[in-house]
């Protein structure tokens, strides 16, 4: 990503384009053109047929995409999930299991590695981690983009990797939370049913303002594009966002957890 990070930098350059005139002409905002540059984030299609007819329509960016399909550290069947988040406006998750991804802290992470079977070894670890690391950018890097998250209260109750690791996890979550751009809620205990309850759900929408769906289960994952099946999926957050807490109510008790540690 490196290389075509530079590729793409020196052709805008010799076409005599500021990085922010640029942002504007191929409709991406000049965090992702900086981020693609200096190779921390995949390219999406759309930015590359941008680039091309913006950039002499060399081919060169277009064949080279293809090659970009390795990212290190995050399992084959997520990275075309990986690679909409990156452009995505909206962003809703809804999770049963474990805290998602763009929330954890590093003690946390590590303590779900070091748990997988089959074992990682510490390389595959490390690289899991910045991999993890870097997506969670997004929550800064992007700040007109909407972040919505409903977990359930019992993935705290868990205490994932011990009482200091757990308290370490709710601090973060609380400051995440503080973000503009950025919603948390909790789904109670206390709820015995919601809408949820078949399991957890990602949705996004595009730029193009077209939305897209990703489950996953225990060896995959189910990327839905399908309009219908979204406009379930959507029907179903909306209540459980009514159904979970407010979002202060979840400050409320997530500070409860806290202080019971």
């Known amino acids: 990503m490196r290389t075509f990070g530079a590729v793409h930098q020196a052709l805008r350059e010799h076409a005599g384009i500021s990085r922010e005139e640029y942002a504007d002409l191929v409709r991406f905002s000049k965090h992702t053109v900086a981020s693609v540059e200096l190779g921390r984030r995949m390219p999406d299609p759309a930015f590359v047929e941008r680039a091309e007819e913006l950039l002499g329509n060399t081919g060169a960016l277009r064949k080279a995409l293809p090659t970009l399909a390795r990212q290190p550290g995050l399992a084959a069947w997520f990275r075309r999930w990986a690679r909409l988040e990156q452009l995505a406006i909206t962003l809703y998750t809804y999770e049963c299991r474990m805290v998602p991804g763009l929330l954890q802290t590093e003690a946390y992470a590590r303590a779900l590695f070091a748990g997988q079977l089959p074992p990682l070894d510490d390389p595959q670890i490390e690289e899991r981690w910045c991999a993890r690391a870097e997506r969670q950018r997004l929550l800064r890097e992007r700040p007109n983009t ?78 839905v594009s399908d309009p219908k099946e979204i406009s379930v999926l959507q029907r179903r957050y909306a209540r459980m966002r009514s159904q979970a807490l407010t979002l202060e109510d979840s400050v409320s008790l997530l500070e409860r957890m806290r202080g019971a540690l």
């Open 146 to 223: 909407t972040f919505s998250f409903i977990l359930e209260e019992h993935l705290f109750l868990r205490r994932t990797g011990g009482v200091e690791v757990t308290r370490e996890l709710i601090e973060h979550v609380l400051h995440v939370g503080e973000l503009r751009n950025v919603e948390i809620q909790i789904m109670p205990l206390t709820h015995g049913t919601h809408a949820g309850l078949a399991g957890p759900v990602q949705l996004l929408e595009t730029p193009e303002n077209q939305w897209f769906a990703y489950n996953e289960g225990q060896r995959g994952g189910l990327f």
